[in-house]
């Protein structure tokens, strides 16, 4: 085999003189503050992780890539790496020109010229690119949700990486990481993707894989995006700190790599393999449902648990690696070892633990025995994830005006503070209004905002450990799983639609607000003049049509008791 895999790789980025200069004249130029997804994209294209590419994808490279994995020029591409902005920024712009890319304390990382702007089909992309129009899928979601109306294509100039203050000694370049398996005269590399914590199984699966390829190990965790709910990034560094020494140093070594991953399944595990081999390896262990994403919206996986193994096979040749099939293990009792599912014999008695029984056993404080998972890891999992009567939680109420949401909030707040444990805060409609809000207005937009404030309030409350009760009208239906997703990467969510029908509401009328919106008095009302998108699966549905108040919150502790959020009397 060559060593090519060692030799340096073209990068992105001018010298250090130039880049001063370019500094400076970029400052005058339009800026775009990019996202955090795309700063792990542009970081990777800078420093050759995302080699050949020379920018965001053009529209004829992109049309490509959408439609055959390939670049317009015939090169393997999987995965469309795009500039997405919003239409505004976009209507700004001319064809030719250049603009800078900054981070979000406004450094200017590197600028690019603009030579494509496009409106792309979002719902070919998803069909094409994930197999499916489905926001079950997170990226999917946020192809539709997040991502700003506009393409705009370019080659790109780096100026500097992006600052990373943690874990400095372990991120390496594609060239550093070349580098170094030069000076320890590594040849075969062969890599790990991971973005879940490592238990003993993982490591008796890299063990094997990379005495199979008789090669060394390279462990090489994704720390930029991964998906809604997974593990955060510090503590699964830790955890593989944890369990290094397991390994043998002279043959393994550990890399963190920032790329928001876009859990694609099969076209994902060619990337990964690409972006691999940028990186100096010789091998790749492809997993079982590879960078799978979970469930659809029929509840069945996106992808077949082999789908990613046979497209990487079929391109193996043009990605240049090979690649290392993961193979299933379970522990056998008898001989107190792992070993791969498929070579195991009746009559023995084989265990095994799947994630979500993990995350039970950690939601409940429960044992996880030493045959799992190393104590060290576990551990460290237990700091980040304490028992779930313990974490933090928010209480969602959603509904239309009048249906009685504040009301059930207030009581469900009394009885939470009569339990003692955790600070409770209740963010209801208008005291959001009074000190969080008081300038926006009661538009489509300004709606939106104000749920997303109250989210992200909630969220903070939630991380640290407390308990938030919202009790907004939010009656989109996306809005409120943005809402979800930024509170469930820090605890657990409880949706509770206030189901009482719109005649109920209208009859008891508080506020005289449904008579003003009946009179086109005010524009925009939820129920009226504006839909109210019902959850579809919420925790709980109460309607407080003729039914106490007091039954209705006693109705949502319930649930929260068996969420195993507060602990049963």
């Known amino acids: 085999m060559s060593i090519s895999n060692l030799a340096p790789i073209p990068e992105l980025y001018v010298s250090h003189e130039s880049a001063q200069k370019l500094k400076t004249e970029a400052g005058e130029l339009p800026s775009w503050d ?24 053009s529209q004829a490279d992109y049309d490509s890539v959408v439609e055959r994995m390939r670049l317009e020029d015939g090169t393997l591409w999987p995965m469309p790496i795009t500039l997405d902005v919003s239409t505004e920024f976009a209507d700004g712009l001319e064809i030719g020109q250049d603009i800078a890319l900054r981070d979000m304390e406004g450094v200017i990382l590197g600028t690019m010229t603009v030579t494509d702007r496009w409106e792309p089909d979002k719902h070919r ?19 539709h949700h997040t991502a700003g109306r506009i393409y705009l294509g370019g080659p790109v100039t780096g100026i500097q990486p992006p600052v990373h203050y943690d874990f400095r000694a ?48 390279l462990i090489h965790p994704v720390v930029g995006m991964t998906k809604p709910g997974d593990v955060d990034h510090f503590t699964r560094v ?40 940028n990186h100096g390896c010789t091998h790749f262990i492809v997993g079982r449902d590879h960078a799978g994403p979970g469930k659809n919206s029929a509840g069945e996986d996106f992808y077949g648990p082999y789908d990613a193994q046979e497209l990487f096979k079929e ?34 008695t084989v265990l095994n633990i799947s994630g979500t029984e993990l995350r039970r056993r950690l939601a409940e404080g429960l044992e996880i025995p030493e045959w799992f998972s190393f104590p060290e890891v576990v551990s460290e ?21 009048g249906s009685g949401k504040s009301t059930i909030a207030n009581a469900l707040m009394v009885k939470l503070m009569e339990m003692g444990g955790r600070p409770v805060t209740l963010l209801d409609g208008d005291v959001v209004r009074k000190h969080l809000s008081s300038e926006l207005g009661f538009s489509k937009e300004h709606r939106d905002i104000n749920i997303r404030r109250i989210g992200y309030v909630a969220s903070e409350i939630t991380k640290n450990g407390g308990i938030a009760i919202c009790a907004p ?8 799983r943005a809402v979800r997703e930024m509170i469930e990467a820090y605890g657990a969510f409880c949706e509770v639609h206030v189901a009482t029908p719109l005649e109920e509401c209208e009859k008891r009328d508080r506020k005289g607000l449904y008579k003003l919106a009946r009179e086109g008095k005010i524009k925009e009302f939820t129920g009226i003049s504006d839909p109210y998108e019902a959850p ?17 919150a006693q109705q949502v502790i319930l649930k929260l008791e068996q969420m195993g959020l507060i602990a049963g009397r």
């Open 34 to 57: 990019l996202t955090a997804r795309q700063i792990c994209d542009l970081e990777l294209l800078m420093n050759g992780g995302f080699n050949p590419l020379k920018g965001f994808l």
């Open 125 to 143: 992309e998803a069909e094409k690119v994930f197999g499916a129009d489905d926001i079950a899928h997170p990226a999917v979601n946020y192809l």
């Open 170 to 217: 372990r991120r390496d370049t594609p060239n550093e990481l070349r580098a170094y398996f030069r000076k320890l005269g590594w040849r075969r590399i062969v890599a790990f993707q991971t973005r879940n914590p490592l238990h003993r199984a993982h490591q008796e699966l890299t063990f094997r894989a990379a005495r199979e390829a008789q090669a060394n190990l």
């Open 238 to 277: 830790r955890c593989y700190e944890a369990v290094l020494d397991k390994y043998p140093q002279s043959t393994t070594t550990m890399s963190l790599l920032n790329l928001a991953m876009r859990m694609a399944g099969p076209r994902e595990a060619v990337w990964h393999g690409l972006i691999r081999k």
């Open 315 to 348: 391109y193996e040749d043009e990605i240049g690696l090979e690649m290392v099939p993961f193979k299933h293990m379970v522990f056998v009792q008898e001989r107190a070892q792992y070993e791969p599912a498929d070579e195991i014999e009746e009559g023995v």
């Open 381 to 401: 999992l237990r700091r980040t994830r304490p028992p779930r009567a313990k974490q933090g939680f928010t209480v969602f109420f959603t509904g239309l005006s």
């Open 473 to 480: 009208i939010a009656p989109y239906s996306a809005t409120r």
């Open 536 to 552: 579809a699966d919420p925790e709980v549905a109460v309607d407080t049509t003729g039914i106490d108040v007091d039954n209705c």
